[in-house]
Nanobody, 124 residues
Framework: QVQLVESGGGLVQAGGSLRVSCGSS????????VGWFRQAPGKEREFVAA????????YYADSLKGRFTISRDNAKKTVSLQMNSLKPDDTAVYYC?????????????????WGQGTQVTVSS
């Protein structure tokens, strides 16, 4: 069973940057597509970004493109999300998820493996 562990969340002021990472000990983690989702209090979990497990193509929520960057380091078995120009509306628990299927990466239902989440709080 593939396990995911998020790290790097925290408190940052509006306009600041934060990097969250998702790691796994799975030997074939590089073959998995990995997505980042977030859930704010009282709201549904929403897609943030994803990166596929074939050639590393990134996908972004349209509203976040340009501020967030997803990347992966296959040697370290990690996928990171760099978040810049953060806004209070970005406050949420950020979850990483993995799937062996390389399509439908914007859809929450495509993922069966989830991390425990990491809190990101952006103060105004």
């Amino acid at each position: 069973q593939v396990q995911l562990v998020e790290s790097g969340g925290g408190l940052v002021q509006a306009g600041g940057s934060l990097r969250v990472s998702c790691g796994s000990s799975e030997p074939f983690f590089s073959r998995y597509a990995v997505g980042w989702f977030r859930q704010a209090p009282g709201k549904e979990r929403e897609f943030v970004a994803a990166i596929d497990g074939s050639i590393g193509t990134p996908y972004y929520a349209d509203s976040l493109k340009g501020r967030f960057t997803i990347s992966r380091d296959n040697a370290k078995k990690t996928v990171s999300l760099q978040m810049n120009s953060l806004k209070p509306d970005d406050t949420a628990v950020y979850y990483c998820a993995a799937t062996y299927v390389q399509s439908g990466l914007r859809n929450l239902q495509s993922y069966r493996i989830w991390g425990q989440g990491t809190q990101v709080t952006v103060s105004s």
